[in-house]
């Protein structure tokens, strides 16, 4: 990759609809609820992110796995929140000034479950099968998919067979543990997940969804690996208060990690050798403007992500 081409996402899409919606405290799966209630939210805040720079962007639907509509009783709403959340996502490009050539939509794959948990005890086969079910749901409808917020090896390993179930590209992102950098929130040793995803030949390796100290620690993992790398952290001063179940409302943001300070963590990790950058829960299309910004400053440039 081109030392000063960096691959540039979008951010916290869901926090960012949460604060706009006025803090709708006690929905469940809140953030699909608001696209039937106030579609025009959802649409502006993806704008706003495209307008901010960003060149790689997610619909609205990280909530949106089976497990977790099963358990609120809404599964058979699956179809309808991942067409709404990709039709409003297409409004926004069509809205903004950027043309969709020169976009990527990446489809989510997230915890199946919960974040920041290796909670799920089911069989691998049963991880593989949900996986199969989102990427089938998506695939039509975006340029390639985003496996993040990943916790434990076994669901890394499940998504990464789903992916290649497919024939995809394997862009997966870890979240590692704010008290042991060099370790998933499993307990699992980071480098132990870099050689396995060596040996699956994943197009990518990502940190998000931890804290920016966390992340600028563990990139010293990745120095002697060849996979393009990269980073996207949360502003949360902790998550060990969410529990299964529960929205990420629950959690308190950092008061110190305004644009210019995740700015510098940014060109901190870009120094180390990332070059995919973005933002994950907390970080505003404001943050992600300041990334841009600075980006340019230095005399990089920002594109889609096509490896």
């Given at each position: 990759?081109?030392?000063?081409?960096?691959?540039?996402?979008?951010?916290?899409?869901?926090?960012?609809?949460?604060?706009?919606?006025?803090?709708?405290?006690?929905?469940?799966?809140?953030?699909?609820?608001?696209?039937?209630?106030?579609?025009?939210?959802?649409?502006?805040?993806?704008?706003?992110?495209?307008?901010?720079?960003?060149?790689?962007?997610?619909?609205?639907?990280?909530?949106?796995?089976?497990?977790?509509?099963?358990?609120?009783?809404?599964?058979?709403?699956?179809?309808?929140?991942?067409?709404?959340?990709?039709?409003?996502?297409?409004?926004?490009?069509?809205?903004?000034?950027?043309?969709?050539?020169?976009?990527?939509?990446?489809?989510?794959?997230?915890?199946?479950?919960?974040?920041?948990?290796?909670e799920d005890k089911r069989e691998s086969k049963e991880l593989f099968d949900e996986y199969v079910c989102l990427i089938e749901q998506q695939i039509d409808h975006v340029d390639l998919f985003l496996a993040e917020t990943m916790s434990s090896i076994k669901e890394i390993i499940a998504v990464t067979d789903a992916l290649k179930h497919f024939g995809l590209e394997q862009y997966i992102s870890i979240t590692l543990d704010d008290n042991h950098p060099n370790l998933l929130r499993s307990g699992?040793?980071?480098?132990?997940?870099?050689?396995?995803?060596?040996?699956?030949?994943?197009?990518?390796?990502?940190?998000?969804?931890?804290?920016?100290?966390?992340?600028?620690?563990?990139?010293?993992?990745?120095?002697?690996?060849?996979?393009?790398?990269?980073?996207?952290?949360?502003?949360?001063?902790?998550?060990?208060?969410?529990?299964?179940?529960?929205?990420?409302?629950?959690?308190?943001?950092?008061?110190?990690?305004?644009?210019?300070?995740?700015?510098?963590?940014?060109?901190?990790?870009?120094?180390?050798?990332?070059?995919?950058?973005?933002?994950?829960?907390?970080?505003?299309?404001?943050?992600?403007?300041?990334?841009?910004?600075?980006?340019?400053?230095?005399?990089?440039?920002?594109?889609?992500?096509?490896?």
């Amino acid at each position: 990759m081109n030392s000063k081409k960096i691959i540039l996402l979008d951010g916290g899409v869901g926090q960012e609809i949460y604060k706009r919606a006025g803090s709708p405290e006690s929905r469940t799966l809140w953030s699909l609820q608001i696209m039937r209630d106030s579609p025009e939210i959802v649409v502006d805040v993806h704008r706003d992110f495209i307008d901010a720079g960003s060149k790689v962007l997610s619909p609205n639907n990280y909530a949106a796995t089976p497990s977790r509509l099963e358990r609120v009783g809404i599964l058979d709403s699956f179809d309808e929140i991942h067409s709404t959340s990709i039709k409003l996502l297409n409004t926004a490009i069509s809205q903004s000034n950027c043309k969709r050539s020169d976009l990527s939509i990446a489809g989510c794959l997230p915890p199946l479950i919960a974040s920041y948990s290796a909670e799920d005890k089911r069989e691998s086969k049963e991880l593989f099968d949900e996986y199969v079910c989102l990427i089938e749901q998506q695939i039509d409808h975006v340029d390639l998919f985003l496996a993040e917020t990943m916790s434990s090896i076994k669901e890394i390993i499940a998504v990464t067979d789903a992916l290649k179930h497919f024939g995809l590209e394997q862009y997966i992102s870890i979240t590692l543990d704010d008290n042991h950098p060099n370790l998933l929130r499993s307990g699992e040793n980071l480098v132990d997940v870099i050689k396995i995803l060596e040996i699956k030949a994943a197009d990518a390796i990502l940190l998000n969804c931890c804290c920016p100290e966390t992340i600028s620690s563990a990139l010293s993992n990745f120095q002697n690996t060849e996979i393009p790398f990269g980073a996207y952290a949360n502003g949360f001063s902790s998550v060990k208060d969410l529990k299964i179940g529960k929205s990420v409302n629950v959690l308190e943001a950092r008061n110190d990690l305004g644009p210019d300070e995740y700015s510098n963590f940014v060109m901190d990790w870009i120094s180390k050798g990332a070059r995919i950058i973005g933002g994950c829960c907390e970080i505003s299309p404001k943050h992600i403007k300041k990334v841009s910004d600075q980006l340019y400053s230095c005399g990089y440039s920002t594109m889609k992500l096509k490896l």
